[in-house]
Each structure stands twice: as C-alpha cells, then as structure tokens.
C-alpha cells in the first residue's frame, strides 16, 4: 500500500505545469498572437513599408516613443525599426488600449520579459524590429509597459483604416538648400504647408539621422513636416 502512494504521488508530480519566474511567452495565456484584435505578425518578405522608431529620455524627465505619425492601412505589414537611443532600458509593444492597460497593472507587480511577436524589450543603446500585418482597423497603441515609463509619456495612438495610409498624407514639394547632419537640420525652400497653415517660404526642420543620410543639397523632395516636441519637423520624404 505505501508503494502505491507513492506511485501515485510521483505520478501527479510529472503531470502536473511546471511554472516559471521571468521570461515568458503566450501572453498571460490569453489569446494567441496570432488572434489578436491589433493583427499578427507579419512576414518579412512581404513588408509594405518601414517605420523607424526611436526609444529615449529627454532633459525634462519624459520618456518618448518618436517616429513619423503611425496612420496604417488596415491589412498592411509594417516593419517597425527600433532604436532605443536612451540611457534606461525601454520596450516596445503594439496592443489595444485596454489590453496595454492590463499588462502595465501587471509589470507593476514583477518586471516580467515578455516574449511575444508584438513586443520587443531593448537595452540602452541596442537596436531590433518587429514585423506586424493590421489586420483589423481601430485605435491602438504602441507602448513602454516597463514600470513608470508609460506615466512618463512612453506611448503613442497606432490609427489604423480602410483609408489610412501614405496616399492619404498631404505631401509638400521643396529643395534641399543646406544640410547639417551633426546638428540634425535641414533647411527647405518650400511650398505651402497646408496641415500646418504656413505658406512657402525657406525653413530650418529637425530630421532624424536615418532621413538625413539619405538627403543631399539640392534635392528635389517631397516632404511631410509636423510640429515634435515643438520644433518643425520632417517626418516623412520620398
């Protein structure tokens, strides 16, 4: 009789989930990637486009995810490279609202490594992407769930629709006059700014290290410009 209980007894204890601390996957065990209402991920050979992302801090103790606006088309598939250009570790994850809202409760409690398709978690100054189709329109979110980092303003609307995406973009024409990449500006003889309200004239905008590198003096442009951190800025070319 003893022999069997303790049969029964190791038996029950192989049977039963093994459960670890830290780095996980599956998302909590709720609905699979692959099922979720902000898409799935995406094949890489099949991107329609890339958006670069910056991770950061700046001097007035906010957190900031920056990138050209992200209105998507429902269906496209976006390469998101992400560069954490910040001191502290950050991440990067694309959820609804609600869910990011659920999981920041959670990341307050246990800092958990998530490792999921939607997410990515980068150390100061490394680098990586996520490759994601939006499959469903609506309102999401691309986040830092880090404890503290969301409050700090680590967060940004992703709009996805049937009519969003780069043809809905006003573009405006203009000429490179002069580049300074170590200062990271630009200065464009433009036309009118229609989204802005500012007629034509020559301007000095911020751009990121990645468009610059790819403009020269005297290039002919089509350019789309916003106001970040309340400076002008070139937030998409082509």
Not at 81 to 91: D, F, M, Q, V
Not at 162 to 172: F, G, I, L, S
Request: charged share 25%; proline share 3%; hydrophobic share 40%.
């Amino acid at each position: 009789m003893k022999n069997l209980l303790l049969t029964t007894s190791f038996a029950i204890a192989l049977s039963a989930p093994a459960f670890a601390a830290g780095t996980h996957d599956g998302g909590h065990g709720e609905t699979k990637p692959a099922a979720m209402m902000v898409g799935m991920p995406g094949d890489a050979a099949k991107v329609d486009r890339t958006i670069d992302v910056t991770l950061l801090e700046n001097d007035e103790g906010q957190m900031l995810i920056e990138s050209e606006p992200m209105d998507i088309k429902e269906g496209e598939t976006i390469r998101f490279n992400i560069t954490n250009k910040g001191e502290l570790e950050h991440e990067f994850v694309l959820d609804t609202v609600e869910r990011n809202a659920e999981h920041k409760i959670e990341m307050a409690k246990m800092d958990m490594e998530h490792d999921d398709p939607n997410r990515i978690r980068l150390d100061a100054g490394a680098s990586g992407e996520v490759v994601w189709t939006f499959a469903n329109s609506g309102t999401f979110e691309a986040a830092c769930l880090i404890a503290g980092h969301y409050e700090s303003g680590m967060h940004r609307e992703v709009a996805v629709g049937e009519q969003m995406a780069q043809a809905d973009v006003e573009y405006t024409s203009g000429t490179i006059k002069k580049i300074d990449a170590k200062a990271g500006k630009v200065t464009i003889i433009h036309g009118p700014l229609v989204t802005l309200d500012m007629p034509a004239m020559t301007m000095v905008f911020r751009a990121d290290e990645t468009m610059i590198a790819n403009m020269s003096e005297g290039q002919d442009i089509e350019f789309v410009a916003d106001r970040v951190k309340g400076k002008l800025t070139v937030t998409q070319i082509k």
